[in-house]
């Protein structure tokens, strides 16, 4: 996740990264990053050069969608949503009201997906598909395995109230 644009908060338009503690030097980055069971969850990509033995992975479910694109010959895209978060401390400290888990929406970016759907400035997204937030990198982690194009169905909370809406996900803008 990033910082965005001045004016937006926080975004979802960011591949969600594994931290991890292999020891990546220059030039040895790009590896697969296993499990206790030797399964790949994830592509070695970076590491702090401030800390000891603190790397960064691309998931594996992301890469496997990018390279399924590009073996089939696709422009792999970037599924937006278009929102600006608020970090949950941030959010309680501004008196915005956030349950025990979810994403708050602090800005919605005029014609995106997001505002095709319905969402507004102080909902809560507290599930995408079923499965619950709990910080904002989950939800851009969860969206990052789709595609442009897909529909995905968000269990937001507004004025105390749960809905449901059904959102098709655009294509990160150039820029965004």
């Known amino acids: 996740m ?18 991890n503690s292999a020891a990546i030097n220059p030039g040895n ?15 070695n990509t970076a590491a702090d050069r401030n800390a ?11 890469v496997k969608r990018l390279a399924d694109d590009l073996i089939a010959g696709r422009k792999p895209g970037h599924p937006f949503l278009g929102v600006g978060l608020q970090e949950e401390v941030e959010a309680l400290a501004s008196g915005n009201p956030i349950p025990s888990y979810g994403t708050y929406i602090a ?28 910080n904002g990198q989950t939800l851009g982690g969860i969206l990052q395995l789709h595609e442009p194009g897909d ?25 965004a």
């Open 29 to 43: 980055s790009g590896g697969p990053l296993a499990d206790a069971d030797g399964h790949v969850v994830g592509v």
């Open 52 to 62: 000891t033995n603190v790397g960064f992975a691309i998931p594996s479910l992301l």
């Open 107 to 134: 800005s919605v970016i005029s014609g995106s997906a997001a505002d095709q759907a319905g969402l507004r400035k102080g909902d809560v997204i507290l599930k995408i598909d079923g499965v619950q937030l709990v």
């Open 2 to 19: 990033r910082a965005t644009n001045p004016g937006w908060a926080r975004s979802t338009d960011q591949p969600a990264r594994c931290t």
């Open 151 to 175: 529909h995905v169905k968000l269990t937001i909370l507004r004025n105390g109230e749960n809905q449901e809406l059904d959102v098709v996900l655009g294509d990160r803008p150039t820029g």
